[in-house]
């Protein structure tokens, strides 16, 4: 899909809804106040990156390919710092960001885990990562079989699966939370989605938060 069409998704009710809802749940994670630096690893069009600078972030986008890159950087992305490179070897130094953020991008990057231990690495005090999940009804609806759409090839995961993913890295209070329940977006699953708590680990996105040791 080319970077046009899978930004204007966003400007649907209901990619707006999910855009939301997914970015509230990631921010809850990270705890980030307004002037503190933030890293979108796997930023892709920069919409993420985009409304974390409009909320103070200092936002920097990263990601592999430079189509969806010149895309961010000319619409609206002039606030943030764009930077082209691959997850598993980030190009900034070690607490480089006080928080790393990454919204369905690591579940397309072949060594998940190599990328997970580059987010913690260049974390400075906490990182919010967004997974697919294997065990909701985006799953059954846009996943099996390879997954379609936008979907296409990305790998789904449980919370179980993500937990081991920071076994032995320098992270505390890791805890997992998840959002976007019912996909349709109508507006009966907002008003549901508001009331399921986000301990639930049935949404469609599952992030995991936690704090730098
Ligand atoms: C589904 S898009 C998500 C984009 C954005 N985070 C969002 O949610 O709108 C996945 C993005 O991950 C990027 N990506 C995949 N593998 C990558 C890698 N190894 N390093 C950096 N970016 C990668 C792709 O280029 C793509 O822009």
Redesign the pocket.
């Known amino acids: 899909m080319n970077p046009a069409d ?1 930004d204007a998704w ?1 400007a649907t009710p209901r990619g707006r809804w999910i ?1 939301n809802t ?1 970015y509230a749940l990631a921010m809850r994670g990270l705890a980030a106040r307004p002037g503190s630096t933030l890293l ?6 920069g ?2 990156t985009r409304r974390a600078a409009a909320d103070g972030l200092l936002a920097t986008g ?4 430079p189509r ?1 890159l010149d895309f961010a950087h000319s619409h609206g992305g002039a606030a943030c710092g764009w930077a082209e ?4 070897a980030l190009p900034f130094g070690d607490a480089s960001f006080d928080h790393v953020m ?4 690591l579940c ?3 060594d998940e885990p190599r ?1 997970v231990a580059e987010i913690v690495r260049v974390a400075r005090r906490s990182f919010a990562i ?1 997974w697919l999940n294997r065990a909701s009804l985006l799953y059954r609806q846009k996943g099996r079989a390879g997954g379609s759409g ?1 979907y296409r090839g ?1 790998r789904w995961h449980t919370a179980g699966e993500l937990r081991a993913f920071f076994a032995g890295l320098p992270v505390r209070a890791l805890r997992v939370r998840s959002a976007v329940f019912l996909p349709s977006g109508t507006a009966l699953a907002r008003r549901l989605e508001a009331a399921i708590p986000d301990a639930l680990p049935w949404g469609g996105m599952l992030i995991v938060s936690g704090l730098k040791t």
């Open positions: 899978y966003y855009g997914e979108d690893v796997g930023c892709g069009t919409w993420f990263l990601d592999r390919d969806a490179g691959d997850a598993t990454s919204i369905a991008a397309f990057v072949e990328a967004g936008t990305a």
